[in-house]
């Protein structure tokens, strides 16, 4: 194998211009020992020659010195009684979003002034029932024993019921004693105070941004308007740059999961549902996927189940627990929906939804037409669970944070 390299090798006494079988090949190699002869013949210079050339020095100016590293300034901390940012210190609506990472990014507006006067408008007109019976009893009248029997019917009407009832007289009879009040306009403002005392403890901030996924469990009876309710609760939390994930565990009424579709569709927010199957396996797989996509926030259908039926409530369990396997510190807010037309039965509902699966917060839908709104009363007395939201109506802006305040001043405006 070495002949081929062995043919074309020259002999070593051969001279460089020795004529070659390929002239061009003879040719460089005449020119290339030319070369050699030349650089021979020329003598190194001195090294000493190029130390400190100027023109090297010249060419190279002075490079100045990089400037001392600076520690980045920390970020100022607000003095004690300074104002907090408006993201963590919202006292004008029930939301707050907790501790956050880019609070900058996560800042929202405050109410538009005249959508706040528009909402008050709908909810007074929503209680009128309520609140002509309540304000017409003060219209001319005396301080007298009938006056205390017209306002026990009026409140008792209102799906008060008897304890907050016994409670608001008692309290309202005690009250005109001791600061002497004479005139019907004062006991008026007195019932006031005492129904804002007795309905503040239901305002409740739900926080916001304290885990991630933050999974919502929304349960209630049939037709009280739980899907209706979390298309809402989306548009609401979206507006305080939340991302929202549906999961449709109705799978027992008809359309149920058609109904959350659309309204996902309204909001522009995933839905995950299922042909049919197993409610617990749907809402799993949405806690899967909501942790995935690192949603913000995950609400979860579930079908009506009325609360004398124990083995639909054990259902409602059998999720709940499945909802703990995927997230051990979740749900973590069970919110009941209830009608606010129902009267005495929707407290009969809070109790027994919260016995079962610890209910963290209500919402109380269609406070309008016959609406009485005695009911919230009657829960702050009997059981005293947050009131989140209240509805006055089929349009996303009509359901808007419990205010005690704003509540009174509908029933006795």
Not at 31 to 37: I, L, P, R, T, V
Not at 71 to 78: D, G, H
Not at 133 to 158: G, H, R
Not at 166 to 175: A, P
């Amino acid at each position: 194998m070495f002949s081929f390299f062995k043919k074309f090798k020259k002999p070593a006494d051969e001279p460089l211009d020795a004529p070659q079988n390929d002239p061009a090949r003879a040719e460089e190699d005449a020119e290339d020992a030319k070369a050699a002869q030349t650089e021979s013949a020329v003598p190194l210079a001195d090294e000493t020659e190029f130390e400190h050339e100027p023109a090297i020095d010249a060419a190279i100016p002075p490079q100045p010195e990089a400037p001392p590293a600076v520690a980045p300034e920390a970020a100022p901390v607000p003095a004690a009684g300074e104002p907090k940012p408006y993201w963590q210190d919202r006292t004008d609506s029930r939301w707050s979003r907790g501790p956050e990472t880019d609070a900058a990014s996560k800042a929202v507006e405050p109410p538009d002034p005249a959508a706040k006067k528009s909402w008050l408008s709908r909810l007074r007109h929503g209680l009128s029932k309520t609140s002509n019976n309540l304000t017409s009893i003060f219209v001319s009248a005396k301080i007298d024993e009938d006056l205390y029997e017209e306002l026990e019917t009026a409140l008792l009407m209102s799906d008060a019921g008897v304890d907050a009832t016994e409670f608001l007289l008692e309290s309202l009879r005690e009250k005109v004693r001791a600061e002497r009040l004479t005139e019907a306009s004062q006991v008026k403002s007195a019932l006031r105070e005492l129904l804002v005392d007795l309905m503040r403890p239901l305002e409740k901030t739900l926080m916001l941004g304290r885990a991630q996924p933050l999974v919502m469990m929304i349960v209630g009876v049939n037709g009280v308007g739980k899907t209706t309710s979390i298309g809402k609760l989306a548009k609401h939390l979206q507006s305080f740059n939340q991302s929202v994930l549906l999961a449709a565990g109705d799978t027992f009424r008809a359309a149920a999961r058609e109904q959350l579709v659309v309204w996902g569709e309204r909001n522009n927010v995933t839905v995950i549902a299922q042909e049919s199957g197993d409610a617990a396996a749907v809402i799993f797989d949405a806690m899967g996927a909501a942790r995935a996509r690192k949603i913000d926030v995950m609400m979860a259908d579930t079908a009506g189940r009325l609360p004398t039926q124990l083995h639909l409530m054990e259902e409602l369990r059998k999720v709940r627990h499945v909802i703990e396997k995927a997230m051990p510190d979740a749900p973590h807010e069970v919110l009941l929906v209830t009608d606010g037309n129902t009267g005495q039965n929707a407290l009969a509902q809070v109790k027994a939804f919260d016995d079962a699966l610890g209910v963290t917060g209500l919402v109380i839908t269609k406070l309008d037409g016959t609406a009485k709104g005695g009911i919230i009363a009657a829960i702050a007395r009997q059981r005293p669970i947050p009131v989140y939201f209240i509805g006055v109506g089929e349009k996303v802006e009509d359901l808007q944070p419990f205010s005690a305040e704003e509540f009174a001043d509908a029933l006795l405006g």
